[in-house]
């Protein structure tokens, strides 16, 4: 198995009737300011450094962003929740760029890799109880492929309770339960650390429960957390 036969499993997919007509769907009627753009409308792969040491996991690919330009937390609009992401990620040396507009952009990661819990773009941002599950094997490949990972940002509630999914299936046994929280940290033995942070989506950049300073908080934090290393983590 390699990474990209991982990302070929991912692309041509098609466990879940309803997010795939959904994304074809949007696709063909697309939005106004996409109108002569070509959509991906496939399921959406991880992005970013194979050696990354923190995963960065978020919920789905946005109707028109990723499932238009086939790159998670890519093309959702100025200010929208990829250039609030990358934002951070730039200003803590994770990324080359502040923005995130399309695959051609120029974009790149150090040290950092993007994955979503749901690879297909679901009808209101909520993908039923089923379609999550039906995703946790395509996470467990590519984590297979990213064997440097020592912090896991998780973006949102979906994303935590994935991510402690793939935990229990590698049979370590964590009691009580995690609680989510924007900034709380969960170490468990034979795990990367988990840090929960609120998903960069508008409903909550746009009202202040989250802002900039507290997205780039966290991937401070992080980055804090990762072993001495012979090549530091810098700056582009």
Same mark, same amino acid.
């Given at each position: 198995?390699?990474?990209?036969?991982?990302?070929?499993?991912?692309?041509?997919?098609?466990?879940?009737?309803?997010?795939?007509?959904?994304?074809?769907?949007?696709?063909?009627?697309?939005?106004?300011?996409?109108?002569?753009?070509?959509?991906?409308?496939?399921?959406?792969?991880?992005?970013?450094?194979?050696?990354?040491?923190?995963?960065?996991?978020?919920?789905?690919?946005?109707?028109?962003?990723?499932?238009?330009?086939?790159?998670?937390?890519?093309? $959702? =609009?100025?200010?929208?929740? +990829?250039?609030?992401?990358?934002? %951070?990620?730039?200003?803590?040396?994770?990324? *080359?760029? !502040? &923005?995130?507009?399309?695959?051609? $952009? =120029?974009?790149?990661?150090? +040290?950092?890799?993007?994955?979503? %819990?749901?690879?297909?773009?679901?009808?209101? *941002?909520? !993908? &039923?109880?089923?379609?999550?599950?039906?995703?946790?094997?395509?996470?467990?490949?590519?984590?297979?492929?990213?064997?440097?990972?020592?912090?896991?940002?998780?973006?949102?509630?979906?994303?935590?309770?994935?991510?402690?999914?793939?935990?229990?299936?590698?049979?370590?046994?964590?009691?009580?339960?995690?609680?989510?929280?924007?900034?709380?940290?969960?170490?468990?033995?034979?795990?990367?650390?988990?840090?929960?942070?609120?998903?960069?989506?508008?409903?909550?950049?746009?009202?202040?429960?989250?802002?900039?300073?507290?997205?780039?908080?966290?991937?401070?934090?992080?980055?804090?957390?990762?072993?001495?290393?012979?090549?530091?983590?810098?700056?582009?």
């Amino acid at each position: 198995m390699s990474l990209s036969k991982v990302h070929h499993d991912i692309v041509t997919c098609n466990r879940c009737s309803r997010l795939r007509s959904y994304c074809t769907d949007i696709a063909r009627l697309k939005r106004a300011a996409f109108r002569n753009d070509t959509y991906w409308a496939r399921p959406v792969p991880g992005f970013g450094d194979p050696n990354a040491r923190v995963l960065i996991l978020g919920l789905a690919p946005a109707a028109h962003g990723a499932n238009r330009t086939g790159r998670v937390f890519t093309g $959702d =609009g100025s200010g929208g929740s +990829g250039d609030f992401l990358m934002s %951070a990620l730039n200003r803590n040396g994770f990324a *080359n760029i !502040p &923005t995130s507009h399309s695959i051609e $952009d =120029g974009l790149q990661l150090n +040290g950092a890799y993007i994955a979503a %819990a749901v690879r297909c773009a679901p009808p209101d *941002n909520k !993908p &039923t109880p089923g379609e999550i599950l039906a995703c946790q094997s395509h996470l467990e490949a590519e984590l297979s492929q990213l064997p440097n990972v020592e912090v896991v940002v998780a973006l949102g509630k979906i994303a935590f309770d994935a991510w402690w999914r793939v935990v229990a299936g590698k049979a370590i046994v964590v009691r009580p339960r995690p609680a989510f929280g924007h900034g709380v940290v969960h170490r468990v033995a034979g795990s990367p650390i988990v840090i929960g942070s609120y998903h960069p989506s508008r409903q909550n950049t746009n009202t202040g429960r989250l802002t900039a300073s507290m997205m780039e908080a966290v991937f401070r934090k992080a980055a804090t957390f990762l072993t001495p290393h012979p090549s530091p983590l810098t700056p582009f």
